[in-house]
C-alpha cells in the first residue's frame, strides 16, 4: 500500500472558532465553548486530538482481539488529557510564550474498560500490545518532521 | 483557570470499526474507509488527527489576528500526514511491529491559505507566531507523559 498522504481542510463554519473540518466525503464540526469565546457548536480541537487517539487504539484493538484469543464481550476507552489553561491564556494576553510552561497536554492517561472471559494478565499484554502498536500514540510519541507553507487565497 | 482535564469517551457505534467519540456534550463518529474493513461511517482517527492539529492552528489565528494588525479576510488551513500503510499493515499481519518502521505519521505538512491585506513577511511572522503556540502542536512536539489503567466492564 505505501505511504498514503491522508487530508484534512479546514474552514469557518460562522461564528468566532467554529469550524467544519473535511476529510474525502466526512466531516467534523470543531468549536470552543462559551466561556473560551466559542459556541460550543462541537468539540474542541483538544477533545478531538484525545478521540483520535482513543479512537486509533480502539481500532487496533478491534483488529487483534482474536489473534490474542480475548473473548471480548465489551470495549470502552476514555481517553483524558490535563492541561494548563493559564499558560495558554498567559500567551494571549501577552503574546508570548512562556516558554517554562507547556501549553499542550502534559499527561494523556487512557482507562481501558474491557469486558471480557480472560485472566488479568491475558487482558494485559493485549493492552500492552496495543498501546505499543497505535499509530496515533506513536505519532505523538515519536514526533513527525513539521513542514509549514504559507499560501493566498484558496481557490 | 489552572489545570484542566479535558476527556473523551469511546465506544462502539455498530459494525467493525464504527465509533462514537463523546466529550461533554459534543459527539463526533469516527470509522475506516471500507477498503480497511470499514464503513466509511466517518473520518479515520489519523484525519482527526491532523483536524485537531489544524482546527487548534485555525483557534489561535482566529484569537491573535488583529493583535497582529492582520486585515483578515479569509482563512483556510489544509493539514496533510504522510503515513506509511505497509508498516501498519505489516504489524496487523504479523502481530509483531518491525521496530525500524515507523507507524505514525512521518510527516506533517500544514498549508495556510491566509486571504488579507498585508504583506508577505507580516503574514510569515503572524504564521510563525500561531505555530509556536499551537497547544495541539505543541502536544505533538514535546510528548506529554502517558498512563495506561485497564479496567473492567464500564457502567
Request: charged share 30%; proline share 3%; net charge negative.
Amino acid at each position: 500500500m505505501g505511504i498514503k498522504t491522508l487530508k484534512s481542510e479546514i474552514k469557518t463554519a460562522g461564528g468566532n472558532y467554529k469550524m467544519q473540518c473535511t476529510a474525502g466525503n466526512n466531516s467534523i464540526i470543531l468549536d470552543e465553548p462559551e466561556e473560551l469565546g466559542g459556541s460550543n457548536g462541537g468539540m474542541n480541537p483538544g477533545e478531538a486530538l484525545l478521540s483520535a487517539l482513543g479512537g486509533c487504539k480502539y481500532i487496533i484493538a478491534k483488529m487483534f482481539y482474536q489473534k490474542f484469543n480475548i473473548n471480548l464481550i465489551g470495549l470502552c476507552i476514555d481517553v483524558e488529557g490535563e492541561i494548563d489553561m493559564d499558560a495558554l491564556m498567559n500567551t494571549v494576553e501577552k503574546k508570548n510564550r512562556n516558554k517554562d510552561l507547556k501549553i499542550g497536554f502534559s499527561k494523556i492517561t487512557t482507562k481501558w474498560f474491557i469486558d471480557a472471559n480472560n485472566t488479568k494478565e491475558e487482558i494485559g499484554e493485549f493492552v500492552e500490545f496495543v498501546e505499543a502498536h497505535c499509530p496515533m500514540k506513536d505519532t505523538i510519541e515519536d514526533k513527525p518532521d513539521f513542514s509549514v507553507e504559507v499560501l493566498g487565497k484558496k481557490h
